[in-house]
């Protein structure tokens, strides 16, 4: 039995982990790399295995750092099942559908230029088409449903609170009378979030594979993350600007929506026009609406006496186009909130072009921001930002709202560890190396436990 690290190590895109027992080849995740065009550009090599030897696939939710490089693994040869929770499949026929239009949009628009300098031309990573025919390969399960998937694989999901859907995911593997049980965090939730439940504990495990995402940080209070929230919105309209609100459509998204709903007369949300400029937030937002199930019992109880958690009289769903082009008229009075959300594509980028050059606009990002992404570059303070070859100033106001993420901070992290019994060895996924460094000492000092932090190509034996 051995486990092989091909994504996620030193960074948090890219999750990818082979499972090996007996002639059984397990892949937990399968996502994109994400960052930079440096970064991206990898989406296309191939795979340190061959995707015809893979029998499974189990995945712990939708975010396309953990699912988008289904399809290409089916375009390469997988023919067997892939396994998550029921609105994970949900959600990755929206998600994966949509990643599949923008490599189209992407390779189109590549190629245009490549013909006029006379160089060969590129194919996408995959098409929408391709997207659709690797959906055909999920299998809906719930949590606290066990499997055998394989000979001498078991798995059971647990609800990590993280988006709707997501799962820690429980894998108990057997060989020769052996049993070993490791259990994958997959994205461990924020404590107290709105919707959803807080990530579930479990007790046993031989050994564990961790996220790190803030494992140097905590998250402000949610108290003062929601005051924030409201000086934000109130200075706002001082100004007479726009708020940009780059958001993850699945997720963040609808929290946000929550959010304003919840707090609509305090925070006078009544004076904006609110802008869900996203087609497949829109989507992702009817997923939530559908899964009740997954609901903490203050969002069930809302939803039993007002029937909708998104119910906002001054909210506009934008979908076509042309209808985002004419937001970008609005001068004042609006509150946008567009993909992607680490300002990578999507209109976001369109609406920082028409506002983040005024004085009086702002933008709140409210989610992590990896390295090498515009939105890291906003968070670090640039004055200027270069979009599709201009050089546009910054002169609108950057918040940072760190209470809203949606990944447990240190303390979060530290907490779901220690109701392990006799404190397993862990692995260390899905962070930077800084953040894995401070995680890795304090969850050694604290624990006394053997911790580690994956390289890529790592193989573990057991």
Known sequence: MQIQFFGATHEVTGSCYLISVGKSKLLVECGLVQGGREHERHNSDEFPFSANEIDAVVLSHAHIDHSGRLPLLVKRGFSGNIYSHSATVDLC???LADSGYLNEKNALWENKKRERRGLELIEPLYTKEQAKQAQKHFRAMEYSQSKEILPGIKITFRDAGHIIGSAIIELELSEEGRTFKIVFSGDLGHISAPILRDPEKISKADLVIMESTYGDRLHRDWQNTLREMGDIISNAKSHKGNILIPAFTVGRTQELLYLLNQHYEEWNVGDWDIFLDSPMGIKATEVYSAHVETYDKQAKKLKHEDGKLFNLPNLHFSEKTNYSIKINQIKSGAIIIAGSGMCTGGRIKQHLKHNIWRNHAHVMIIGFQARGTLGRTLVDGAKEINLWGERIQVNAKI??????SAHADQQGLIDWYSQFENHPKVVLVH?????????????????SCNVIQADYKQILTF
């Open 399 to 404: 918040h940072t709202v760190g209470g809203l």
């Open 431 to 447: 962070g930077e190396p800084s953040a894995m460094d401070v995680l890795q000492n304090e969850l050694t000092e604290r624990f």
């Open 93 to 95: 026929d929206i998600m």
